[in-house]
């Protein structure tokens, strides 16, 4: 039940994602400096929350590696991918992309532990993506927006899934995030010079965005999902995230006053279902 509570306030919390960048719309700011600004203060306040804890900052060669390749491809790498698919197609069909990564979470634990795919687990896929396309209506889609969109799931599978079944299991979850969101930050910074989108912000209020983005979805979003997969194991924990983008249209309604229509509706509903369908599946942790 922790570990259900625990992705419930994860998906809260990274629910809010859209609205940080939202706020600060009108400003035109490209988003690799809005996730290396949002990632750096979220980076800044774990580290001084160390600091003051007087935690030990040093990890084994091998726990580096890991968290710079798996924090790397759940950060930056992942947020860059699905910043370039939202300039090819619309959010919406860019979200419906995107979280195909449950499944592929899935099939990775089939392929390399040889876990058991439940009738659970495929009821809740196909609510799920039932429940995304009707969330999605009348949202636009191509062929190199589609691609970047299922490679941003890609990589945030890899991402998920390591959490539970490398090098980054052995590292406590505060620690675990503050290297994360480091090398998340220094891969940004370099995708950003060799695009040249690396710019000095002079406003204000995109920092006071940012950083409250940082808090609340970056830092608070990703200790809670650390700690639910590692509760739950990386498939469950994947499809109980899915409760985000349901949760998006619902502050999408009371902040911007957007108008749901009835699929979209449906849709939430079909998601809110795969959710329960998953948070009543036994969890099997595979070491």
Same mark, same amino acid.
């Given at each position: 039940? #922790?570990?259900?509570?625990?992705?419930?306030?994860?998906?809260?919390?990274?629910?809010?994602?859209?609205?940080?960048?939202?706020?600060?719309?009108?400003?035109?700011?490209?988003?690799?400096?809005? @996730?290396?600004?949002?990632?750096?203060?979220?980076?800044?306040?774990?580290?001084?929350? !160390? *600091? =003051? /804890?007087?935690?030990?900052?040093?990890?084994?060669?091998?726990? =580096? /590696?890991?968290?710079?390749?798996?924090?790397? #491809?759940?950060?930056?790498?992942?947020?860059?991918? %699905?910043?370039?698919?939202?300039?090819?197609?619309?959010?919406?069909?860019?979200? =419906?992309?995107?979280?195909?990564?449950?499944? %592929?979470?899935?099939?990775?634990?089939? %392929?390399?532990?040889?876990?058991?795919?439940?009738?659970?687990?495929?009821? *809740?896929?196909?609510?799920?993506?039932?429940?995304?396309?009707?969330?999605?209506?009348?949202?636009?889609?191509?062929?190199?927006?589609?691609?970047?969109?299922?490679?941003?799931?890609? $990589?945030?599978?890899?991402?998920?899934?390591?959490?539970?079944?490398?090098?980054? @299991?052995?590292?406590?979850?505060?620690?675990?995030?503050?290297?994360?969101?480091?090398?998340?930050?220094?891969?940004?910074?370099?995708?950003?010079?060799?695009?040249?989108?690396?710019?000095?912000?002079?406003?204000?209020?995109?920092?006071?965005?940012?950083?409250?983005?940082?808090?609340?979805?970056?830092?608070?979003?990703?200790?809670?999902?650390?700690?639910?997969?590692? /509760? !739950?194991?990386?498939?469950?924990? *994947?499809?109980?995230?899915?409760?985000?983008?349901?949760?998006?249209?619902?502050?999408?309604?009371?902040?911007?006053?957007?108008?749901?229509? #009835?699929?979209?509706?449906?849709?939430?509903?079909?998601?809110?279902?795969?959710?329960? $369908?998953? *948070?009543?599946?036994?969890? /099997?942790?595979?070491?």
């Amino acid at each position: 039940m #922790m570990g259900v509570l625990l992705m419930i306030l994860s998906g809260i919390c990274f629910s809010f994602t859209g609205v940080w960048t939202a706020l600060v719309s009108d400003y035109s700011i490209n988003s690799l400096m809005l @996730t290396i600004i949002r990632l750096s203060s979220a980076c800044i306040a774990m580290g001084i929350f !160390l *600091a =003051l /804890k007087k935690e030990n900052f040093k990890m084994t060669s091998k726990q =580096l /590696k890991a968290s710079l390749f798996y924090g790397s #491809m759940g950060t930056s790498i992942t947020i860059w991918l %699905i910043s370039l698919a939202v300039t090819e197609m619309s959010v919406g069909s860019t979200s =419906l992309c995107h979280y195909a990564y449950p499944i %592929i979470v899935t099939i990775a634990g089939i %392929i390399l532990y040889r876990e058991k795919v439940s009738t659970s687990v495929c009821l *809740a896929s196909a609510l799920m993506v039932m429940g995304l396309i009707l969330s999605n209506t009348g949202g636009s889609m191509n062929f190199f927006g589609t691609i970047l969109a299922l490679a941003s799931a890609f $990589t945030f599978a890899i991402y998920v899934f390591g959490q539970a079944h490398s090098a980054m @299991t052995q590292i406590g979850p505060f620690k675990l995030f503050f290297y994360n969101s480091l090398f998340g930050v220094l891969t940004a910074i370099v995708i950003a010079l060799f695009s040249e989108q690396l710019i000095i912000v002079r406003i204000p209020q995109v920092y006071l965005c940012m950083i409250a983005g940082g808090i609340i979805t970056d830092l608070l979003g990703t200790i809670f999902m650390t700690l639910g997969i590692r /509760k !739950l194991g990386a498939t469950k924990a *994947a499809f109980l995230s899915i409760l985000e983008p349901a949760l998006s249209n619902i502050w999408d309604v009371i902040l911007f006053q957007a108008n749901l229509t #009835m699929p979209s509706i449906i849709g939430m509903i079909m998601i809110f279902i795969a959710f329960l $369908t998953m *948070a009543y599946q036994p969890s /099997k942790i595979s070491k």
